[in-house]
């Protein structure tokens, strides 16, 4: 069974700090990996996507790897601003099906 | 310019009453999805259309009936509304299938009474 594991389930950190978002998944045979933000109340915000054979895609302060063997991939963030404060979300694509996990809920406290 | 947009963005309703959800976007996209997300936030696909063909269909209940006119509309029917569908139903759409980035509308709130 194909299944996403985030963790932590939340963060809290002060403005500044560089932090890692964890995603484990079952099943190494990806196509690809898309991580997204959710606002409250708002729809998913794609962030980065990685292609199976890749390892990393990096946008300004954001930085994911991919480590399709093993069935991982992190999310770094750096220079964390309160403006980051949101729900991240994994989601490795099976087939044409996006996977999501729970969510990562980070607050960047001032 | 919305990318992906639905209509409406909140609806109540009664059980047993039949609803519809409509999507559009103008991305020119080929495929477009229907997800549910639930109450502990969980997000998870229902459908799948490429082209007009319906490719994606995950054990939703047969109350649920997808229908896309064009590419570039997908519209969500509900028929006999239960409390447990009371959820956030996003709509998304990518280029192709299984390789590029999706990108999600708004969501529509959907609250049975």
Sequence with gaps: ?110 | DTAVSQTPKYLVTQMGNDKSIKCEQNLGHDTMYWYKQDSKKFLKIMFSYNNKELIINETVPNRFSPKSPDKAHLNLHINSLELGDSAVYFCASSQVQNTDTQYFGPGTRLTVL
Excluded: H
């Design chain 1, 1 to 110: 069974k194909q299944e996403v594991t985030q963790i932590p389930a939340a963060l809290s950190v002060p403005e500044g700090e560089n932090l890692v978002l964890n995603c484990s998944f079952t099943d190494s045979a990806i196509y690809n990996l898309q991580w997204f933000r959710q606002d409250p109340g708002k729809g998913l915000t794609s962030l980065l996507l990685i292609q199976s054979s890749q390892r990393e895609q990096t946008s300004g302060r954001l930085n994911a790897s991919l480590d399709k063997s093993s069935g991982r991939s992190t999310l770094y963030i750096a220079a964390s601003q309160p403006g980051d404060s949101a729900t991240y979300l994994c989601a490795p694509r099976w087939g044409g099906k996006l996977i999501f996990g729970q969510g990562t809920e980070l607050s960047v406290k001032p």
